[in-house]
Structure formats: structure tokens, C-alpha cells
């Protein structure tokens, strides 16, 4: 069965950079649409960006200007690069996809932004 294996995260200090990766586990597997959220510490799981496969983006106010999608279509894999990343940044971050006929979530991956 197909998962979508997330890596990338770590610990940066502030105003450093991060890339996410989100890659499906079985090779002939199309990611599609794809979702990242992220969840700190005794909060909810928040939506922060989504791209369309055809390329559209989208992202919330928060990260925006910071964060950015692309994809690697020949590798099945999105990511996600986090530039100017600040210590409220600090969260379990997942990848959510859409591959054929259903949607997938990443197991997380932590990112620790330290002042």
C-alpha cells in the first residue's frame, strides 16, 4: 500500500531555512493535490499551504512570503521550503495528498526553530 514518507525537519535557529519533502512510497504513483499542515504544542493541527498538481499555490497568512511549494513530478515528490523560519514555527509539520483515489497523510516530521 502506497505512503507518503516525509522528511527534512530538524532543528534551525532563527531566520534559517528548511526544505520538507513528501514523497510517495511506491514508484507509479502520482501525487496529486497536496496539503501541508502543522501542529505545535498543545495546539491544533493548522493548515499552512496547498498547490494544485498543475501548479497553483496557496498559503496562509502566517507563512506567506516564507514558505513555498514545488514539486519534482519525475520523483513523486512535493516539498516544502521554509526560509525566515521563526521560533513560533516550532511544530510537527505533515504533508496531506491526494494520489488516486484517495487522500494520504505524511507521518510528520518535527521542526524546531530555536531564538
Known amino acids: 500500500q502506497v505512503q507518503l514518507v516525509e522528511s527534512g525537519g530538524g532543528l534551525v535557529q532563527a531566520g534559517g531555512s528548511l526544505r520538507l519533502s513528501c514523497a510517495a512510497s511506491?514508484?507509479?504513483?502520482?501525487?496529486?493535490?497536496v496539503g501541508w499542515h502543522r501542529q505545535a504544542p498543545g495546539k491544533q493541527r493548522e493548515w499552512i499551504a496547498g498547490?494544485?498538481?498543475?501548479?497553483?499555490?496557496n498559503y496562509a497568512d502566517s507563512v506567506k512570503g516564507r514558505f513555498t511549494i514545488s514539486r519534482d513530478n519525475a520523483k513523486n515528490t512535493v516539498f516544502l521550503q521554509m526560509n525566515s523560519l521563526k521560533p513560533e514555527d516550532t511544530a510537527v509539520y505533515y504533508c496531506?495528498?491526494?494520489?488516486?483515489?484517495?487522500?494520504?497523510w505524511g507521518q510528520g516530521t518535527q521542526v524546531t526553530v530555536s531564538s
Open positions: 496531506n495528498a491526494y494520489i488516486h483515489p484517495k487522500a494520504y
Open positions: 498547490g494544485t498538481s498543475a501548479g497553483s499555490t
Open positions: 511506491e514508484r507509479g504513483f502520482s501525487i496529486g493535490a
